[in-house]
Structure formats: structure tokens, C-alpha cells
């Protein structure tokens, strides 16, 4: 049985998780920790996958990690989106961008074990009061989706550049990341609307009164950002991965546009949300648009949406009460505010604000020592075990390959494939172009510089 952590390293694993603060970021102690939340969230994944017990899920539960989890996605967030644009305002043309990369990627990790632990009732009562801090990330992280798809980053997505300069490699990868982040956070935000009434009284109002989470969905289900039109034809995003359907497959509804209509649903027909929410004519026009997104064959997937049809339209029928809805009050006296983000940029002012804690990290990820450059790369090399991840993403590649076409894949499996390096017997292709094949990760690489350029273009 394949494990990306075994069962003997979990516990020490988990229990190493600890909060950072915004200066160790990429230091030493950082990076083993970062090395372990890697492997944990490799492993969480494998077990949802293969429907094993979720080891991960548990131990992260029990001995209370999901807050310092969330401690740390707003530290790599802020470390984002203050502190990288200084470093690079001192050095344009770093020498290595892998080790920045590795920073945003942390981030990713973070939200999917984050996405893992909180599809269990058990995992979103652990979060507590860090429940606000969630709801502040997620929705956040929502927006920045929307955004995306907004300005055209669909349009783009299959167009890479193999000569594109270093900086705009990193600001594509690094929308990348908010994609997928995002994409996980509409989970994240639908287990929690499931879930709201074991969440703090603070919860309610900050999804609803703060950010309205009810229009943030409906946004959502219109712009759609779980498919993409392409030169391949119609993409959706399954198993963090854009698969081309066809057939059946165009209508078949994927999780995160279940997610979406979820969370709405439960919001809508939470009797302590809606004594909160004042449903004026603007919102009632607003989530009327998604009912022409309640087609016949939506709602044969989905059945629990019929319900949720009917009630958009007795909304859209009932005319302007606005004047009852808007005398609604919560008897709310005091609320709970979220600490997590404000604590960390307070810390910051100690050592000069983000300005100064990027001088200090101006050798870390700004060096030019080509040993040491090399000797973090071949550690996180180890630590991502590059070469069981693209044995299972073939697997998963195949399953969805059958899923969406219908077709037989076997006679392509027993096929006989040789080694573009070595012109050995080979099983793995390589993980972009899905075409080339590998007899191991070690030809690969010795073969990418050759084939990179046509690798990207047959992609």
C-alpha cells in the first residue's frame, strides 16, 4: 500500500505542525514543518481517494491543529500579498524563483488539508472561534476566483509561454495557486454552512451580515469558474486537473458547483441565518438569475435543489416587503471579532513592517549561492516524492479519462511504451503532455531539456 507518511511518522508529524510568524518564513525550521504539512496533505488526499480511514483527518482533529493551520495560511497569504512585492522590488531577476514558489504552494497545502478535515461535522466544531478567521479567508479567497475568471484568466489557461520571463512565470503561478485555492475554499465554505449551527453565534452574522455569502454564491453559479472553453473543446475542473468532456459529461455537475449550490441552499433555508440577512428587492432580483440555472438536468443530479428552485421562485414572486425584511435586527450585542490576520501584522511592526522583515529574508530567497540554491532544491525534491505523485495522478488521469469519454482504456494500458531517454521498457508518461513516455523520474529529467519546448506545445 502506497503512503506518502507512514503510519509510525504521523503523530510526530502532526504534533510538529506549529504557528509561524511572517519573519520565518523560508527559514530552516520553517521548511521542515513545511515539509511535513506536504505530506500530510499528499496523504489526506490518498486516503480520501482510495476511501481508506482518514488517519490525517483525525489526528489533525484531536490534537487541534485546524487553528494553527488557518494561523497559517493568513501568514503565507500576508507574506504574499505585502512582503513578496518588496523583495522583488529589490532584486527584479532572482536567481531562483522555486523556493518563493514553494512558499505560495505551502499556502495550497494548508487549505486542502483545511478542505479535507472540514467536510466532518467534527472538524468544522474543532474550529471554534477561528471559525471567523475561516470565514474571512474563504470569502476572500471566493472574490479572488471570481475575479480571475473575470478578467479572462480562462481565456489564457492552455497559453503558456516556454520563453516567458521569470517574473511573469511567478505572477502566473501564482494565480494558479489562487485558483485552486479558491476553488477549495467553496468547499471550505459549504461545510461550514452545513455545519453553521455548531459554529459560534459571530459566525452566523460574519457570513451573512460581513460578507454576504448568500450573493457571493449566487456570483459563483453565474460566472462559473469550474469550466473553461478552449481549442480542445469544453474543460471542467475535476480532481484539481482540466479534463476535456464530452457527451454526458458537459452536463454532469462537478463538486464544486454542487459545493456552490449547497451552500447556498443551507444558507437560505437557515432560519437563525435569515433572521440576520435583510432580503431587499436588490438581492431578491440578484438570486433570482441563478433560477434559470435550475435546469431539468441539474436538478435530476442534484434533488435537493428542487426545493431550493421553488423557493427562488416564491422570492422573485412575492414583491417588494422589503420594508419588513429591512426591520429585521440581530439582538446580537456583542461580537466576536477575528485575531489571526491582525495579530500577524502587528507582529510585523517589531522588526520595520514588511518592508523590513524583506530585507531580512533578502538571503533566504534572494540568494545567489548556487550550493545553496541546489541543496534546498534536492531537499524539497525528497520531500514532494515527485515520483509516487505522477504514479497516482496517471491512475487518477485514467479513471477520469473513462469517467468523461465512456471509452475502454485497456488496450492503451497493455500497450508496449518505450522510454524517450533510454528506449527502455516505460509505464509513466510524462505528467504535461500526457504523451512522452518515462521508465523513471531520473530519464525525465535528463530528457526535459530536450523536451520541454515540444512538451509544452503538444499540451
Not at 431587499?280 to 428542487?306: A, F, V, Y
Not at 425584511?325 to 491582525?342: D, H, R, W
Request: glycine letters at 4%.
Amino acid at each position: 500500500m502506497n503512503n506518502f507518511v507512514f503510519p509510525e511518522e504521523l503523530s510526530f508529524f502532526v504534533g510538529s505542525i506549529r504557528p509561524f510568524e511572517i519573519r520565518d518564513v523560508g527559514s530552516d525550521k520553517w521548511l521542515d514543518v513545511h515539509e511535513m504539512i506536504i505530506k500530510l496533505s499528499q496523504q489526506a488526499i490518498l486516503e480520501a481517494a482510495e476511501h481508506r480511514e482518514e488517519e490525517v483527518k483525525e489526528m489533525l482533529i484531536t490534537q487541534d491543529k485546524l487553528k494553527i493551520l488557518i494561523h497559517e495560511a493568513f501568514c503565507v497569504f500576508l507574506w504574499k500579498t505585502k512582503l513578496l512585492p518588496h523583495l522583488l522590488d529589490i532584486d527584479p531577476n532572482p536567481q531562483a524563483t522555486f523556493l518563493i514558489y514553494t512558499v505560495l504552494y505551502h499556502e495550497g497545502a494548508v487549505i486542502t488539508l483545511l478542505d479535507m478535515a472540514l467536510y466532518h461535522s467534527s472538524g468544522c466544531e474543532a474550529l471554534k472561534d477561528t471559525s471567523l478567521d475561516l470565514i474571512d479567508y474563504c470569502a476572500q479567497g471566493v472574490a479572488q476566483v471570481i475575479g480571475l475568471v473575470s478578467m479572462g484568466y480562462h481565456e489564457n489557461g492552455d497559453n503558456i509561454d516556454v520563453d516567458e520571463a521569470i517574473l511573469t512565470e511567478l505572477e502566473r503561478q501564482k494565480r494558479d495557486l489562487i485558483y485552486k485555492i479558491g476553488i477549495r475554499c467553496i468547499s471550505i465554505l459549504c461545510y461550514m454552512a452545513d455545519n453553521l449551527n455548531s459554529l459560534p453565534i459571530s459566525a452566523t452574522r460574519r457570513m451573512v451580515v460581513t460578507h454576504d455569502i448568500i450573493w457571493l454564491m449566487a456570483d459563483l453559479l453565474q460566472f462559473r469558474p469550474w469550466q473553461r472553453k478552449t481549442k480542445k473543446g469544453l474543460e471542467k475542473y475535476v480532481d484539481e486537473k482540466w479534463v476535456v468532456v464530452r457527451g454526458e459529461g458537459v452536463a454532469k455537475v462537478v463538486k464544486h458547483e454542487a459545493h456552490a449550490w449547497f451552500c447556498l441552499r443551507q444558507l437560505l433555508f437557515n432560519s437563525n441565518v435569515m433572521q440576520s440577512y435583510e432580503l431587499n428587492e436588490e438581492r431578491r432580483k440578484h438570486l433570482g438569475k441563478c433560477l434559470g440555472l435550475l435546469h431539468e438536468s441539474l436538478l435530476d443530479q442534484l434533488p435537493p435543489l428542487i426545493d431550493l428552485k421553488q423557493h427562488l421562485c416564491q422570492l422573485s414572486m412575492s414583491g417588494n416587503d422589503a420594508a419588513t425584511t429591512a426591520s429585521k435586527k440581530s439582538n446580537l450585542v456583542l461580537e466576536e471579532l477575528p485575531e489571526i490576520k491582525e495579530n500577524l501584522i502587528a507582529d510585523t511592526e517589531k522588526y520595520g513592517g514588511f518592508l523590513g522583515i524583506a530585507q531580512l529574508q533578502e538571503q533566504i530567497f534572494l540568494s545567489k549561492d548556487k550550493d545553496h540554491i541546489l541543496s534546498v532544491a534536492q531537499r524539497l525534491n525528497i520531500a514532494y516524492n515527485t515520483d509516487l505523485l505522477a504514479e497516482l495522478e496517471e491512475k487518477v488521469t485514467a479513471t477520469n479519462e473513462q469517467l468523461v469519454d465512456g471509452s475502454n482504456m485497456q488496450s492503451n494500458t497493455n500497450a508496449e511504451h518505450k522510454c524517450a531517454n533510454c528506449q527502455g521498457s516505460a509505464e509513466k508518461k510524462c505528467s504535461q503532455c500526457k504523451v512522452i513516455y518515462y521508465c523513471s523520474r531520473k530519464c525525465q529529467l535528463d530528457d526535459w531539456t530536450g523536451h520541454k519546448n515540444n512538451c509544452l506545445k503538444m499540451k
